[in-house]
């Protein structure tokens, strides 16, 4: 086993391994969502979970990691601790990650069968020979060398910086993708340039102006001053200012005639200016592990060194230390910190990158990505139609029905075909019944963010069984679905939560649950003949925020039910013999998450263009806003509320 | 010898709490299940990392621990079977338990890891909010009962149980222990929903083998606690003593641990929120009421 | 047993506790070593490798409740001692600490309105 430690399998190691192999812990990759929507029940077959890679054994990947996340999850291999596997369900190549130590089918059975074999070689080969250690690119860091107080400056040997003289300090990166972006912090000290820094007065300065800090730590000496807590950037003019005093500017370099400190260049302050960048670059000190404590104290740093001839140490007050520091609504200036909130974050919809910005536990800034790197939606110039259609089914784990009822009617409506009514009513059916799953899906991770362990655990369970259930067992299933919507909503202290959370602004191009929880009508369904007969009608809301939204959905699902019972029976989309028409379709489908709509060219039989729009680009474009100013959990919960897929971003 | 006897019914009594925790999540009874994750705990890596606060790092679990055997030191399980019957018990007990802040802030800051340190805050604040409501029903347990010693607390209740001489007393420390045992839903600190994993996160291998006994020992301790306070300690017809103490704490912990999952994590705003403007009135209230009634009520 | 006695007891608790868990790591040492590997000390972030230290300035925004309670926590050092005497001193105790816990709640009230019992955004 590639993952075991090193040792050899002797009496308590013997007893020990018996024990991790009876005691597994995976972290799923990408996400429960994936892995319940592929009809996995992990819980079920004694795997337990766990939230983060540190307290996990295992590394369960389901399905084929798209590329923008083997990159992620190679840094989760990495840290988990050892002795460490990897489960793979019809994951194909793990690239950057190590060979899989157990394989298994996407089906529970498969799943069964891969854990038996994993326990068996956990037993046998966690402590071992077979140990080799994991390396990859995304994991490496180089050191680099940089000026302090020009940032621009970075050269990949030591030396002296061209520009002012001062001696290169080194700065773990990552590679290969260096961070010179992030302007280091000035270290605007003018003192530091020309005089050895000592770090006996670093430490006493530090410790006479917070009280807390500890001083025994100052072990780095070049940064024996610390400068402003903002970025700042080198520019051509040729004014000089005293750090400590920047009234007092002059065009020739200088000494402050306040107090005397050398005078530095003015840079410009831009926009890291209200930024707590400083982290960044102190933290790359690696090998000055105490140092990076003080890398949040830089905002008052400016007086340090002060034990140079000629210079004595300035009094700061409190407005000058936090001048430039962000500002939180109160009006207290803190320290923001940058944290990922990472693709494989438990509760949100695996593959969705977010980092927020941090002042203390409230959200200053949002930022969300998809981790799934962007897909070609035609792999060839001409596809033919059911590789298409499995094409576009591919592109979203979380909800192919939905997509391939699109790009069924999309080439049914090009062809110029017209299936039967009890057809269409049955593929609509199974749309719905997507729409179910979807929806207890959702519910299920929004079980696993808020703690409702027993939401978690039912909805995922009637989700498995109501996926691929005909339409005499979804009605064997709905007593139980309405029971679980009932007793959610009696949940106390549910709608207390998440009342008012989650709030937007009004856009035009939302869709979908989200939208018609603020009250929008808008549905693809209510322009569809198939769905009239069915008896549909809008569903909406008011409010807006979370608690509308997840109103919206149990309703749905009411409402869904009602839908599939009504259409009697359930067919998946597919089409009849094109044969070799030519012609352009179009068609759009509300997905679980809001409306599809899809564009494309037949020519000859051959779909040769295509264009796709998703609801989710409108739904992450709403993230920013409503993240910031809010507590953590809540922020949590309103990303949550608003069931993005990430998968369907790519395109 | 009584404190090794003691001792032995503490870490039975751990035991028992996890299964009766995993049970709880899981939703399964698997008897053998904590020793197995404790053995398997034992052989996986402990991971350091980097840039570390390592005091604070090790010392986290540790104070915790301590901490939480400390307050159970003072738990009597029969007349005569307690480690240290101390004059001022109940509030030694509340003294140790304020180091399980201490304990969980040096866990969060140790690592120098973000969901860790958020954590650590937040259970800052969840200790104010908690810590008022802890130490007033005790109050007005020590009021009826003349004493701050634990088994005169327990004596005291033998014409009638604290929860019904003071039920409000009784729900409002109940809830607070439950805050400062982080049980969901006050579970801030380790939010698998917001923080994946929180404080505990980064503990591995060994060290969070320590970390989940210092918990398990610190439920038992809470648990202990509200049994003496509110639920007559060894007291009750027919069964020995020990035996009425040993059912009652396991029953008090089984439903601390299980009776909050049925309810979402309740935001750290709202907690203190209810805490101050509901909970201290209330406990001044049972203050005022208990007075009224022990000066009345001869029992 | 005297007070003395007592509190050692406790110390020697303390000390066993901390010796027990001492052992388990020399356990855990004699299993085997932690191993070294690039990116595994980095605390973990979902899947995102974050070197940056958070030992910052950290907004906590309950300083109103904090502040309160520092009034609170004083009063209650109060409270102990006279619980243990309440009975004893009657009608005499409950007016003397009714007067004092009277002031601390309109305390409450006040710093209430004010706005102190709040999210300190």
């Known amino acids: 086993m590639i993952g075991a430690r090193s040792g050899a399998l002797t009496g308590l190691r013997r007893l020990v391994a018996n024990a991790l192999a009876r005691d597994l812990r995976g972290f799923v990759v990408p996400g429960m969502d994936v892995a319940w929507a592929n009809g996995l029940d992990l819980a079920g077959t004694g795997l337990h979970l766990a939230t983060t890679p540190r307290h996990a054994s295992v590394l369960v990947i389901i399905g084929p990691l798209p590329a923008g996340l083997a990159d992620a999850a190679s840094v989760a291999h990495a840290q988990m601790p050892r002795p460490r596997a990897i489960l793979a369900l019809e994951a194909g190549d793990l690239a950057p990650l190590p060979a899989a130590d157990a394989t298994g089918a996407l089906t529970q059975a498969g799943l069964v069968a891969a854990l038996a074999d994993l326990r068996r070689t956990i037993a046998n080969g966690a402590f071992g020979s077979g140990a080799r250690e994991y390396s990859a690119p995304a994991l490496e860091t180089r050191i680099e060398y940089t000026c302090p107080m020009h940032p621009e400056v970075v050269s990949d040997q030591p030396g002296n910086c061209p520009k002012c003289g001062m001696t290169l300090v080194p700065r773990e990166t990552a590679a290969p993708l260096s961070h010179a972006g992030h302007a280091m912090p000035d270290m605007s000290d003018g003192v530091t340039a020309e005089t050895p820094p000592d770090p006996v007065a670093a430490t006493h300065q530090h410790g006479a102006h917070h009280p807390s800090g500890d001083t025994k730590t100052m072990v780095e000496d070049t940064h024996a001053g610390h400068g402003h807590d903002h970025a700042k950037q080198t520019d051509a003019s040729a004014q000089y200012t005293c750090p400590m005093h920047p009234e007092v500017t002059s065009d020739q370099p200088g000494s402050c005639r306040k107090c005397g400190m050398f005078l530095v260049p003015v840079e410009d302050k831009d926009a890291h200016a209200g930024h707590g960048h400083t982290q960044t670059d102190h933290s790359a000190l690696g090998s000055h592990s105490d140092h990076s404590a003080h890398g949040g104290h830089s905002g008052h740093g400016a007086h340090g060194g002060a034990e140079v001839a000629g210079i004595e140490a300035h009094f700061m007050s409190m407005v000058d230390l936090t001048r430039d520091m962000p500002a939180s609504a109160d009006g207290l200036k803190m320290e923001w910190i940058d944290v990922p909130f990472g693709p494989f974050f438990p509760g949100l919809p695996g593959g969705l990158e977010l980092e927020l910005t941090l002042d203390g536990d409230a959200v200053a800034a949002a930022k969300a990505e998809s981790g799934v790197s962007a897909v070609n939606l035609l792999r060839e110039a001409a596809t033919s139609p059911e590789a298409f259609i499995d094409q576009l089914a591919a592109l979203s784990p979380l909800s192919p029905v939905a997509y391939r009822e699109l790009a069924c009617r999309a080439l049914e409506q090009a062809a110029g075909q017209n299936p039967a009514s009890d057809t269409a009513s049955a593929r609509a059916a199974a749309v719905e019944r997507e729409r179910i799953a979807s929806h207890l899906n959702w519910l299920a991770g929004f079980g696993t963010q808020s703690g409702l362990h027993w939401l978690e655990r039912r909805a995922a369970g009637l989700q498995l069984e109501l996926r691929h259930a005909d339409a005499r067992g979804i009605a064997a299933l709905t007593p139980r679905t309405t029971a679980l919507l009932r007793r959610l909503h009696r949940t106390p202290l549910l709608h207390d939560k998440l009342n008012g959370n989650g709030k937007h602004a009004d856009g035009d191009a939302l869709s979908g649950p989200v939208a018609r929880a603020a009250g929008s009508t808008s549905d693809a369904r209510s322009d569809n003949p198939v769905y009239g007969a069915l008896g549909f009608g809008v569903l909406t809301g008011t409010g807006g925020d979370a608690r509308a939204r997840l109103t919206q959905r149990t309703g749905e699902i009411a409402q869904s039910l009602g839908l599939i019972a009504r259409a009697g029976q359930i067919a998946m989309p597919e089409v009849q013999n094109i044969g070799s028409v030519s012609g352009k379709g179009e068609a759009i489908v509300e997905t679980p998450r809001g409306a599809a709509q899809l564009r494309l060219t037949l020519t000859g039989g051959k779909v040769t263009q295509a264009e796709i729009s998703t609801p989710t680009a409108a739904l992450v474009a709403l993230i920013g806003a409503m993240a910031r100013g809010r507590e953590l959990g809540d922020a949590m919960t309103a990303i949550g509320s608003l069931d993005i897929s990430p998968w369907e971003l790519t395109a | ?299 | 047993m005297t007070a003395l006695a007592q509190y050692a007891i406790l110390l020697g608790l303390t000390l066993g506790a901390v010796g027990f868990v001492f052992s388990l790591y020399a356990l855990a040492r004699a299993i085997g070593r932690s191993r070294e590997e690039p990116g595994k000390d980095v605390p973990a972030t979902a899947g995102t490798l974050s070197r940056d230290p958070v030992w910052v300035r950290y907004h906590a925004k309950y300083y109103g409740y904090a502040l309160l309670f520092l009034a609170f926590d004083m009063e209650m050092a109060f409270m102990y001692p006279w619980a243990v005497v309440y009975r004893e001193e009657g009608l005499v105790a409950l007016l003397d600490m009714g007067v004092f816990l009277a002031i601390l709640f309109l305390g409450l009230l006040y710093g209430w309105s004010q706005g102190a019992l709040r999210r300190q955004e």
Do not use: C
């Open chain 2, 1 to 299: 010898m009584t404190v090794l006897v003691v001792l032995l019914a503490l870490a039975a009594g751990a035991y028992l709490i996890a299964i009766l925790e995993s049970w709880a999540v899981h939703g399964r009874l698997e008897p053998a299940r904590p020793a197995i994750s404790a053995l398997a705990l034992l052989g996986r890596e402990s991971v350091l990392a980097r840039t570390p606060d390592r005091l604070f790092f090790e010392a986290g679990p540790i104070l915790l621990l301590v901490a939480g055997l400390l307050a159970a030191a003072v738990i009597p399980l029969a007349p005569g079977l307690i480690v240290t019957d101390l004059a001022t018990g109940a509030l030694f007990l509340n003294a140790a338990l304020a180091y399980v802040l201490v304990a969980l802030i040096m866990a969060g800051w140790g690592p120098n890891g973000a969901y860790g340190m958020i954590g650590g805050w937040r259970f800052l604040g969840q200790f104010i909010a908690y810590a008022m409501l802890i130490v007033m029903p005790i109050t007005a347990v020590a009021m009826r009962a003349e004493s701050l010693s634990t088994v005169t607390i327990v004596q005291s209740q033998a014409a009638l149980w604290n929860i019904a001489y003071q039920p409000l007393g009784f729900v409002l420390f109940v809830v607070a222990a439950m805050g400062l045992a982080w049980l969901p839903p006050l579970d801030l600190p380790t939010a698998p929903g917001d923080l994946a994993g929180g404080v505990e996160a980064e503990y591995t291998g060994v060290r969070l083998a320590v970390l989940r006994l210092a918990r398990m020992v610190l439920i038992l301790a809470l648990a202990g606690a509200t049994v003496t306070f509110y639920l007559g300690g060894w007291l009750g017809p027919w069964l020995p003593a020990p035996v009425w103490s040993a059912l009652k704490i396991l029953i008090v912990a089984g439903l601390m641990v299980s009776a909050g999952r049925l309810v979402p994590r309740v935001r750290e705003a709202r907690y203190l929120e209810l805490s101050w403007k509901l909970g201290i009135p209330l406990a001044l209230a049972n203050i005022f009421i208990v007075g009224v009634i022990a000066l009345v009520v001869p029992i």
